[in-house]
């Protein structure tokens, strides 16, 4: 069984216009100019192409509601999943009560965090409210790592997630993207308890710089379990393809490539 553990969908008219989004600080910012078909539809019909049995949505801001995704993924029961998402992470009770509507009556399975976008750090005591809330509920969260957009690369450093993780030990903490080029962090931070790393971008980054070798023996430094596959479609197949054809090139067992695949993120899904 394949899962793409990292996805985007985007509400109409978005699907066939510019992707856009606006950050906490005001600013408006895109795709460049990107013209993608980012629907529900589309996506179903490149998981189908691609062999993907299922796949995990993230909501985003301006981009996609949680009323909407919750729509989506009741429309494909075992085939869909959603991750919320909260305004403003800062924001206390706010958020929390935004999480827990999420989950106790749309029925989405995790949450997505975005550093840049959001303006904050994973190691500012502000979230913890929140991240204890979703350890709580045994819902993981899946935190944006990747220096994107460009004048926010330190909030997204890998190190925030290892402070957070030690201030709530409980949480399911997800490394989104491998820490981009930051990967390397990963060696130290991904063998605790509770923490995975999801691959987009960044695993094909390590092949690309250093060899389809390296990202092997990288894998196993930090865990197999601890790896997700994810490719962080928004509308187009590309990363995705490389990705599954990446991780089938690797010196891996069977065993070890259904387990990046999709088993070690069906267990997180199925541990509520």
Same mark, same amino acid.
């Given at each position: 069984?394949?899962?793409?553990?990292?996805?985007?969908?985007?509400?109409?008219?978005? @699907?066939?216009?510019?992707?856009?989004?606006?950050?906490?600080?005001? @600013? @408006?910012?895109?795709?460049?100019?990107?013209?993608?078909?980012?629907?529900?539809?589309?996506?179903?019909?490149?998981?189908?192409?691609?062999?993907?049995?299922?796949?995990?949505?993230? $909501?985003?801001?301006?981009?996609?509601?949680? +009323? =909407?995704?919750?729509?989506?993924?009741?429309?494909?029961?075992?085939?869909?999943? &959603? =991750?919320? %998402?909260?305004?403003?992470?800062?924001? &206390?009770? $706010?958020?929390?009560?935004?999480?827990?509507?999420?989950?106790?009556?749309?029925?989405?399975?995790?949450?997505?965090?975005?550093?840049?976008?959001?303006?904050?750090?994973?190691?500012?005591?502000?979230?913890?409210?929140?991240?204890?809330?979703?350890?709580?509920?045994?819902?993981?969260?899946?935190?944006?790592?990747?220096?994107?957009?460009?004048?926010?690369?330190?909030?997204?450093?890998?190190?925030?997630?290892?402070?957070?993780?030690?201030?709530?030990? +409980?949480?399911?903490?997800?490394?989104?993207?491998?820490?981009?080029?930051?990967?390397?962090?990963?060696?130290?931070?991904?063998?605790?308890?509770?923490?995975?790393?999801?691959?987009?971008?960044?695993?094909?980054?390590?092949? /690309?710089? =250093? &060899?389809?070798? =390296?990202?092997?023996?990288?894998?196993?430094?930090?865990?197999?379990?601890?790896?997700?596959?994810?490719?962080? %479609?928004?509308?187009?197949?590309? /990363?995705?393809?490389?990705?599954?054809?990446?991780?089938?090139?690797?010196?891996?067992?069977?065993?070890?490539? /259904?387990?990046?695949?999709?088993?070690?993120?069906?267990?997180?899904?199925?541990?509520?």
């Amino acid at each position: 069984m394949i899962i793409d553990g990292h996805v985007h969908i985007c509400e109409p008219p978005y @699907t066939q216009d510019k992707l856009t989004v606006k950050i906490a600080d005001g @600013t @408006t910012i895109g795709w460049n100019n990107l013209r993608a078909d980012a629907s529900a539809e589309r996506l179903l019909h490149d998981m189908d192409e691609s062999r993907v049995d299922r796949a995990i949505i993230m $909501g985003l801001s301006g981009v996609v509601s949680n +009323e =909407f995704l919750s729509d989506v993924v009741k429309s494909h029961p075992g085939r869909l999943y &959603g =991750f919320a %998402w909260v305004d403003n992470p800062r924001d &206390g009770s $706010g958020s929390v009560r935004q999480l827990e509507k999420a989950v106790k009556e749309l029925g989405l399975k995790g949450l997505k965090l975005h550093p840049s976008i959001q303006a904050f750090t994973p190691s500012d005591a502000e979230i913890l409210p929140l991240v204890r809330r979703a350890a709580e509920l045994r819902i993981p969260v899946l935190i944006h790592s990747y220096p994107w957009p460009p004048g926010y690369f330190a909030n997204n450093l890998p190190e925030h997630i290892d402070a957070l993780k030690k201030r709530v030990p +409980e949480a399911t903490l997800i490394v989104g993207h491998m820490g981009m080029q930051r990967f390397m962090d990963l060696i130290s931070i991904a063998p605790q308890p509770g923490v995975y790393v999801e691959t987009s971008w960044g695993l094909t980054l390590a092949a /690309e710089l =250093f &060899g389809v070798d =390296f990202a092997t023996r990288f894998v196993r430094r930090i865990g197999i379990e601890r790896v997700i596959f994810g490719s962080d %479609w928004f509308g187009f197949n590309s /990363e995705r393809h490389n990705q599954i054809n990446l991780i089938q090139k690797m010196d891996l067992t069977r065993e070890e490539k /259904e387990r990046i695949l999709g088993e070690n993120v069906r267990n997180i899904l199925e541990a509520r």
